[in-house]
């Protein structure tokens, strides 16, 4: 049975059949290759589609040949694009001009590109030869016409090819990029013919040696970024290399950090970082990097520049009163923690419930109790708000003096007086440690005034307290009175004040549920607040501490652990070796320089930041 094709032609069904399923067949070759060399290329979804599309081409106009040579001419048509983009990123100066340029060219500069194409293209002809067992229709019809040869002056195109290798030697290109401007040469010539002096010219002047040849120089140039990354803000430094795709020039610790294919390194460039809290997602800033590398010297200048350029004040947890000098330059409030007392069963607007759920929630992280040492907590609490008269279903009782850690104490030694069992006693037991410490402390009646640290910048000195158990506990009672406050202030959905958190990992370890801090940080516009927070162990934290930090800052870090942890949050995806450039970069930072990502950056950025005196 034959089917009629059209123009007079018949082929029978069954060879029809066959060739469908042959073409089949190399659409499934053709996107197999495609997706195998994916990692290598920047736009694998627009490769597949090239492919299909010459595949399609092939199929329509009978000619494996002239699938090729087009599929090879939009590569070409690609790169000289690309080239004359860069040439007008050089001239306006415009970053965003040549991040377009290094998505591009990874495409085009790929050798497994067009061994990809050949193949396919290859195959293609001979099963269209042998299935169909036609000749190629663009091969038939050059054979059919009589092709005049070209009048060409042989010393003049022989000059001009002379002119274009000597430009090739002593200027060199990378591989593709020669042959690219080397065709370009020998097509120019082809089309001028027969003027001969024009000839001479295209080594230099043609519509494909031109953008080669004024911007091949792209890889000696360090990119000047004229504006800072930001908008206005805060100068923290000067920028040193941001993180690009593409194939690696001017690298940034070239010796250390190198890649010899199209992927991800630091490139060189230069301009200046500059921090702006109102043009972030959120406030909040994380600053990592182990001992003497520059966090707190960073910290100190953001507390200075925050107050100073927008009169937003700091209130500094500080373990090791590090930061008393600057508060006292700002003009602020320096507090000596082991000379006030706070209690942390103030309601503050709670309910007794609540209050009891929070605090034993605190002591469990602090102290890594179990689960049921938690649960019986819990109830002990809410039998010292009885013992205080507040009731649970009287919110008119609320008001009443609350209970202190002292009052817990004896509702738990009344407890183990009275217990009916010797697995009762020891339950209780467990627990008469902890708050006979926490009793003897300074966790009385609050004594210090919120009102005031909350509107200069502030420290809280806590170097003399016995403890990180009793900083962490004294940190996240004074937070909790903070956001209490602020919430009444009704000042919400704007900035007024920064809590800076040292030491983070000692005072709020990772536990099962979030902390304070990464609740707070996740509500924070309901607030008011934001947090910069600074640690040396960042896997020691909350995850979502890290998760909820628009700007992340990290100096050097080497321990292999804490090194991967930063290094997939700062990377943001893991693709190609974009985590292991990151993950070098921060281990090889010298001091005061620091891998910055923020949420107005597509890309990390490398910068060495401007201390303080």
């Given at each position: 049975?034959?089917?009629?094709?059209?123009?007079?032609?018949?082929?029978?069904?069954?060879?029809?059949?066959?060739?469908?399923?042959?073409?089949?067949?190399?659409?499934?070759?053709?996107?197999?290759?495609?997706?195998?060399?994916?990692?290598?290329?920047?736009?694998?979804?627009?490769?597949?589609?090239?492919?299909?599309?010459?595949?399609?081409?092939?199929?329509?106009?009978?000619?494996?040949?002239?699938?090729?040579?087009?599929?090879?001419?939009?590569?070409?048509?690609?790169?000289?694009?690309?080239?004359?983009?860069?040439?007008?990123?050089?001239?306006?100066?415009?970053?965003?001009?040549?991040?377009?340029?290094?998505?591009?060219?990874?495409?085009?500069?790929?050798?497994?590109?067009?061994?990809?194409?050949?193949?396919?293209?290859?195959?293609?002809?001979?099963?269209?030869?042998?299935?169909?067992?036609?000749?190629?229709?663009?091969?038939?019809?050059?054979?059919?016409?009589?092709?005049?040869?070209?009048?060409?002056?042989?010393?003049?195109?022989?000059?001009?090819?002379?002119?274009?290798?000597?430009?090739?030697?002593?200027?060199?290109?990378?591989?593709?990029?020669?042959?690219?401007?080397?065709?370009?040469?020998?097509?120019?010539?082809?089309?001028?013919?027969?003027?001969?002096?024009?000839?001479?010219?295209?080594?230099?002047?043609?519509?494909i040696t031109t953008p080669l040849l004024y911007t091949f120089r792209e890889e000696t140039v360090v990119v000047e970024l004229k504006k800072p990354l930001t908008r206005e803000g805060i100068v923290l430094g000067k920028v040193a290399a941001t993180l690009t795709h593409g194939k690696p020039v001017n690298e940034w610790l070239k010796d250390k950090i190198t890649a010899k294919s199209p992927s991800w390194y630091w490139r060189k460039v230069s301009g200046d970082y500059a921090f702006d809290?109102?043009?972030?997602?959120?406030?909040?800033?994380?600053?990592?990097?182990?001992?003497?590398?520059?966090?707190?010297?960073?910290?100190?200048?953001?507390?200075?520049?925050?107050?100073?350029?927008?009169?937003?004040?700091?209130?500094?947890?500080?373990?090791?009163?590090?930061?008393?000098?600057?508060?006292?330059?700002?003009?602020?409030?320096?507090?000596?923690?082991?000379?006030?007392?706070?209690?942390?069963?103030?309601?503050?607007?709670?309910?007794?419930?609540?209050?009891?759920?929070?605090?034993?929630?605190?002591?469990?992280?602090?102290?890594?109790?179990?689960?049921?040492?938690?649960?019986?907590?819990?109830?002990?609490?809410e039998e010292a708000y009885a013992e205080k008269g507040i009731l649970l279903d009287d919110e008119e009782t609320w008001n009443n003096t609350p209970p202190t850690f002292q009052t817990l104490l004896k509702v738990v030694e009344k407890k183990i007086e009275y217990a009916e069992s010797s697995a009762e006693r020891s339950r209780y037991e467990s627990l008469k440690p902890y708050l006979r410490m926490l009793a003897s402390t300074i966790f009385r009646n609050t004594t210090i005034e919120f009102?005031?640290?909350?509107?200069?910048?502030?420290?809280?000195?806590?170097?003399?307290?016995?403890?990180?158990?009793?900083?962490?506990?004294?940190?996240?009672?004074?937070?909790?009175?903070?956001?209490?406050?602020?919430?009444?202030?009704?000042?919400?959905?704007?900035?007024?004040?920064?809590?800076?958190?040292?030491?983070?990992?000692?005072?709020?370890?990772?536990?099962?549920?979030?902390?304070?801090?990464?609740?707070?940080?996740?509500?924070?516009?309901?607030?008011?607040?934001?947090?910069?927070?600074?640690?040396?162990?960042?896997?020691?934290?909350?995850?979502?501490?890290?998760?909820?930090?628009?700007?992340?800052?990290?100096?050097?870090?080497?321990?292999?652990?804490?090194?991967?942890?930063?290094?997939?949050?700062?990377?943001?995806?893991?693709?190609?070796?974009?985590?292991?450039?990151?993950?070098?970069?921060?281990?090889?930072?010298?001091?005061?320089?620091?891998?910055?990502?923020?949420?107005?950056?597509?890309?990390?950025?490398?910068?060495?930041?401007?201390?303080?005196?």
């Amino acid at each position: 049975m034959m089917l009629n094709l059209g123009y007079g032609k018949r082929m029978p069904i069954r060879k029809v059949a066959s060739f469908a399923v042959v073409m089949f067949v190399l659409s499934i070759y053709a996107v197999l290759f495609s997706l195998a060399t994916s990692m290598l290329v920047s736009s694998p979804m627009l490769y597949v589609v090239i492919v299909f599309f010459q595949l399609i081409l092939t199929t329509l106009l009978e000619s494996p040949t002239l699938a090729l040579i087009s599929s090879l001419m939009v590569i070409l048509g690609i790169n000289v694009l690309k080239r004359y983009v860069l040439l007008l990123a050089s001239l306006l100066g415009s970053p965003a001009l040549y991040y377009l340029v290094f998505a591009v060219d990874t495409l085009v500069k790929n050798a497994s590109t067009y061994l990809v194409i050949l193949a396919t293209y290859v195959t293609l002809y001979y099963s269209w030869t042998f299935i169909a067992k036609k000749g190629d229709y663009l091969i038939e019809k050059i054979k059919e016409k009589e092709i005049k040869k070209p009048k060409i002056n042989v010393k003049y195109v022989a000059l001009a090819l002379l002119i274009s290798l000597t430009i090739m030697l002593i200027r060199p290109m990378t591989l593709l990029d020669e042959i690219i401007y080397f065709v370009g040469v020998l097509t120019s010539i082809l089309i001028i013919g027969t003027h001969r002096y024009s000839i001479l010219a295209t080594p230099i002047l043609s519509w494909i040696t031109t953008p080669l040849l004024y911007t091949f120089r792209e890889e000696t140039v360090v990119v000047e970024l004229k504006k800072p990354l930001t908008r206005e803000g805060i100068v923290l430094g000067k920028v040193a290399a941001t993180l690009t795709h593409g194939k690696p020039v001017n690298e940034w610790l070239k010796d250390k950090i190198t890649a010899k294919s199209p992927s991800w390194y630091w490139r060189k460039v230069s301009g200046d970082y500059a921090f702006d809290p109102y043009h972030q997602v959120n406030y909040h800033i994380l600053i990592t990097g182990t001992s003497g590398t520059g966090k707190s010297s960073l910290a100190r200048k953001l507390v200075k520049e925050l107050y100073y350029k927008w009169r937003i004040p700091s209130l500094i947890l500080d373990p090791h009163n590090e930061y008393i000098s600057l508060v006292k330059e700002l003009g602020g409030v320096v507090v000596d923690a082991s000379e006030i007392s706070v209690n942390p069963l103030e309601l503050d607007g709670a309910s007794p419930r609540e209050r009891a759920v929070q605090v034993a929630d605190t002591l469990q992280r602090v102290f890594r109790l179990g689960n049921l040492q938690r649960a019986i907590l819990e109830d002990l609490i809410e039998e010292a708000y009885a013992e205080k008269g507040i009731l649970l279903d009287d919110e008119e009782t609320w008001n009443n003096t609350p209970p202190t850690f002292q009052t817990l104490l004896k509702v738990v030694e009344k407890k183990i007086e009275y217990a009916e069992s010797s697995a009762e006693r020891s339950r209780y037991e467990s627990l008469k440690p902890y708050l006979r410490m926490l009793a003897s402390t300074i966790f009385r009646n609050t004594t210090i005034e919120f009102s005031e640290i909350l509107s200069k910048p502030s420290v809280i000195a806590m170097a003399k307290l016995p403890g990180d158990y009793v900083k962490s506990i004294l940190s996240e009672t004074i937070l909790r009175k903070i956001a209490h406050k602020m919430y009444l202030t009704g000042k919400k959905n704007t900035l007024n004040n920064y809590v800076v958190i040292d030491e983070a990992h000692r005072l709020y370890r990772r536990g099962v549920e979030p902390s304070l801090v990464a609740k707070l940080m996740m509500e924070s516009r309901k607030f008011g607040i934001g947090f910069i927070i600074i640690t040396q162990q960042p896997l020691d934290i909350d995850e979502s501490i890290i998760a909820n930090a628009a700007t992340k800052i990290s100096f050097k870090i080497t321990e292999p652990e804490n090194l991967d942890y930063i290094a997939k949050a700062f990377a943001g995806f893991v693709t190609d070796n974009r985590y292991d450039m990151v993950r070098k970069a921060i281990y090889y930072l010298p001091n005061y320089y620091a891998v910055i990502k923020d949420s107005t950056l597509s890309d990390p950025v490398i910068v060495k930041v401007d201390t303080l005196s």
